[in-house]
């Protein structure tokens, strides 16, 4: 049966929680007064209808309907989970809980998003304080996993049980934190950064971008996917996480920041630091911590690649600096022969769980092969720009050679047909002198505009009609033509 | 011509800068009077391989050469670059300076790996203090792209900008800090959040685990790709900045940290922070920031799905959770039509510049819809365990039409043969009525031991006749049997 969460406050954080029930299959009531209410809502669900789902590999349950309710009587009603994210003033808060008990189920569940205010402030005049927890998520709310949970004494084993189950079935990952503190744990080390960053600017050392690049192209990689701890582990090198902070510990008492009160690095916070260290990566050594994080630094970095942003900007502009390939069929030195259109190694996230390039990859390679081309015979960003580009009708691919990790990898194309609105490519990817695999392909030149097959215009036309020239003395390649399980006649 | 670089110093960082250079084409000079230092530097380049080529999407120049010195005045002979990363002991750094402009050129740079040395100290009692400068990188050097360069008004504007020069010639990010300050930048803030974990482990709040999901499941995606002012900016929603200082500023006189010299939010203060963040991002709205952000987001948690770790792996057990398709072809309700393979959204890293699905990414679906045929049928991962397997081994794709990002994807899987080594597929990728691509896939049973045909095990070949007995009366799908550009007779 669908069940229902109440959300109240529908700003970044109660409207990112809204978004993330609704498309795990909820249904959400929604409280805010504010009059701009439904459209910020919509906003913010219309981002997590673009990225959530697919962040999914399977499919996701049918979206929830959403309500929004003009009192907190009518959204509290039915609900098995209230969501509070009003405005950190405890006043405002303990109102509100006192109105929501007065309608929401005893055994529903009361979570806050505060930052600020532990769990035993907010259970302090309550009706029902075994109801009310703290759980605090990060923005956007519909995309990171952490939620911490914090509860008190005052909250049965049972309830905490149950907000985790919830939690997690909605795909977060609720962090229970044990004991209450001001801001909870990630706040606080957030706040520390903060502080600092602020003397930053105020001293005139650096600019806020300067700070953000210092953060996003080094260690904020690392902490994507490791955190603090396990990323000095591996900096500890062989003799671990005791050895890190017996180097680096020492400055702990040097004046690298201004924020000066400092915990004493005695012998036991040295063991009880080790130890929850080895409780927690001990399973893997340090060599194969090191290649996990490079695997995943890798992906990262070649993610952003791809949205040409951080890390992954400055990786494209060294490409563009170091690449060899000709950008024009003019720049080709042999014009007669199949050309070079990719020369690249295999990167580790091309690679699946047995280090052999994936099937998809293949297409990959020869899909920027194409690219390639197209940009040689004029087909470029400007062109594609002006309307016109080729799409890919067709596609056959024979797998004929294994390789991994690391390798070069370099693609000859050779034009079988540049004429009117058909492109016919037949690309070859090779190893060394290891034929791997096949790539035969047929485009068409469309109109971007109608979507339909078109005419090249004349400054891709031209360059193609030399090349398909160039190549027509070429012999038809062994492979072309065939249909899969077919050889060709 | 190759360039050479004199590494002083082959630990984790020394050898990840000699990594770095080597890979990009300099030749290498390396000086570490460890006795270990060959076999611990072949450590660190053999990470190294595996991981920084494949980084690129262009081929690397070839590898330099590297020579192990036992000398400073050997090592430093001939070398443009000379990057000293010996342990953090001034009176050590100075004496080697001295030891190197003995032998080095003029006109060579000395870059100093130093986090806690400010460049002031380094060139004091140097011969030739206007050679030295501070270039302090972030481990692993030969991936993460920030170095950050410190100079002195004794460093000219010149040697400056050729330092720039050749950091960014190697894939590095040189961010010139234009003060000199203690810890520099990074590790300033990184100490802040170290002093800050600390506290919290001592205190009993938070194990190093908790600690480090608390970053990595949170702040740590986002501070990956765009660090924390932007981050912030968009925190403050339309307002901005400004008004998220206004905002969350008051909680820097909350107790919420340990470290308490906090500087005061004057006016001036607030003016200057908001006026650096209009420069460093006024130029995209803050809906764009957000979107922007959670392409990023969805590449780097889809990235880390692939790699099953940290948040990635968090998001497989919610997939695991939620999936609907049958494991097992006795699961299926109806064998006697094609099967549900795949069922799914298109994620956002799976569209190109234009938001539609890149042409690798029907291959990745119709890969992982063989994948899931494949464990239907028995081959999971305890029989690839065993040794048997299907490899692709033919793959023929017709795009039919388009689809964007968030529209939900299914594959009907259809099995023309099943028998012997062979396993002939036919799949059909559909949006709703619109069929947008059919793939048709050869596979062949291999011994991954001989990467040689075979035939498969009885717990494959049982349930893959079932199969193929079971769609043996189904029509032969239209385009099956076609080869590129010819329509099947």
Redesign the interface.
Known sequence: MTQTVAIIGG??IGGGWAARFLLMGWDVQLFDPDPEAERKMS?VLG?A???L?????????PEGRLRHCATISEVADGAVWIQESVPERLDLKRKVYQTIQEHCAEDAIIGSSTS?FKPSELQDCATRPEQIVVTHP???VY????V?LVGTAKNSDALIHRAKDVL??V?M?P?H???E???H??????????????????????????????????????????????TYR??G?EAGMRHFISQFGP??S??????????E?TEE?TN??AG??D??SGHLSI?EL??????????????????D???GR??NA??A?????ANSIDDVADLSQPILTV????????TDYNGHM???????AF??ATDQLMLMIGCDADYIQSGGSY?????????LD?VH??A?IEVRTQCL?GEGK?L?LFHQMMSGDTLLATG???LIHVSLET?KASEPAVQVSGPLAKLAKAHAALPRPEG???????R?G
Chains 1, 2 share one sequence.
């Open positions: 700003g970044v906003e981002n209808r673009r990225s789902p697919g962040l999914s590999d399977v499919s996701l349950p600020g990060f923005n956007p995309l990171l996993p952490l911490e997690t079935s795909g990952y962090l934190i044990k004991a503190i001001d801001a744990i990630a706040d606080r080390l957030l706040e520390a950064v903060w502080r600092e960053s602020l003397w930053l600017v105020k001293d005139g050392i650096a600019t806020t971008e300067e700070i953000d690049d210092a953060i996003r192209y080094g260690f904020g990689l690392r902490w994507a996917q490791m955190g603090l701890f396990e591996i900096a090198g400055a702990l040097w004046p690298w920041t201004k924020l000066m009160d400092v915990p690095l916070l009880q630091i929850q260290s409780a927690q060599r090191e290649r996990v994080r490079d695997n995943n630094l890798v992906t990262i970095l070649r993610g952003l690649k791809a949205q942003w951080g890390a400055i990786l060294q490409d600096r170091v690449t060899k390939i020369k690249r190694a295999v990167p580790l996230d091309w994936n099937e998809a990859r293949y297409l990959q899909g920027d799409f890919t009708a067709e596609t056959h691919i024979r797998h294994e990790a690391g070069e047909l058909k016919h035969e392909h047929m979507r072309a033509g065939s249909a899969v399980g077919v060709a």
